[in-house]
T-cell receptor, first 111, second 114 residues
Framework: SQQGEEDPQALSIQEGENATMNCSYK?????LQWYRQNSGRGLVHLIL?????REKHSGRLRVTLDTSKKSSSLLITASRAADTASYFC???????????FGPGTRLSVLP | DAGVIQSPRHEVTEMGQEVTLRCKPI?????LFWYRQTMMRGLELLIY????????DSGMPEDRFSAKMPNASFSTLKIQPSEPRDSAVYFC????????????FGPGTRLLVL
């Protein structure tokens, strides 16, 4: 069964608003990563958070990890039209294997 | 660095034909991954190599699919014979030092099997 699953499947917001996407997983992990994919392009790595970390920041991105709930969230603050993309979480298992991507959240930021 | 390079970018072929996809990882990266992405199944890991050796090929759908990495700078994914259900975007990615560290993706090969 799929390890990471994002929610919502699709999200539409106005430019300037914050966007929050969630990722849930089933088994213990070693790392959790968030990637972005613009239409027709390859994936671009955003943030890696390790199982012993709770929060990481990178620019306008904030990722949290709650291992007790087996969930992570990606927050994009002050969104821009250029943030329009699909966002995927990816997890491995506690042995660092079985690297799996979730189905993704499709974010649309309207100008 | 040019990043991960894949070729061709687009491939249209007829059912039954052999298809070969190519990947050049980022120089110095010792892990290489092949993924397939479809609307129905999302992004699936097919196989990954460490130092040119296949480590996990459990994601390879069936015997029609094969992958090789003859040297550190080149890998191929071959489908023979191809079928319409193989139509997808195939991504190659590479990483340094650890399979679960940051992966750098190529632009993908969009395959259409008629």
């Amino acid at each position: 069964s799929q390890q990471g699953e994002e929610d919502p499947q699709a999200l539409s917001i106005q430019e300037g608003e914050n966007a929050t996407m969630n990722c849930s997983y089933k088994t213990s992990i070693n790392n959790l990563q968030w990637y972005r994919q613009n239409s027709g392009r390859g994936l671009v790595h955003l943030i890696l958070i390790r199982s012993n970390e709770r929060e990481k920041h990178s620019g306008r991105l904030r990722v949290t990890l709650d291992t007790s709930k087996k969930s992570s969230s990606l927050l994009i603050t002050a969104s821009r039209a250029a943030d329009t993309a699909s966002y995927f979480c990816a997890t491995d298992d506690s042995f660092g294997q079985n690297f799996v991507f979730g189905p993704g959240t499709r974010l649309s930021v309207l100008p | 660095d040019a990043g991960v390079i894949q070729s061709p970018r687009h491939e249209v072929t007829e059912m039954g034909q052999e298809v070969t996809l190519r990947c050049k990882p980022i120089s110095g990266h010792d892990y290489l991954f092949w993924y397939r992405q479809t609307m129905m199944r999302g992004l699936e890991l097919l196989i990954y190599f460490n130092n040119n050796v296949p480590i996990d090929d459990s994601g390879m759908p069936e015997d029609r699919f094969s992958a090789k990495m003859p040297n550190a700078s080149f890998s191929t994914l071959k489908i023979q014979p191809s079928e319409p259900r193989d139509s997808a975007v195939y991504f190659c990615a590479s990483s340094l030092g650890d399979p679960q560290e940051t992966q750098y993706f190529g632009p993908g090969t969009r395959l259409l099997v008629l």
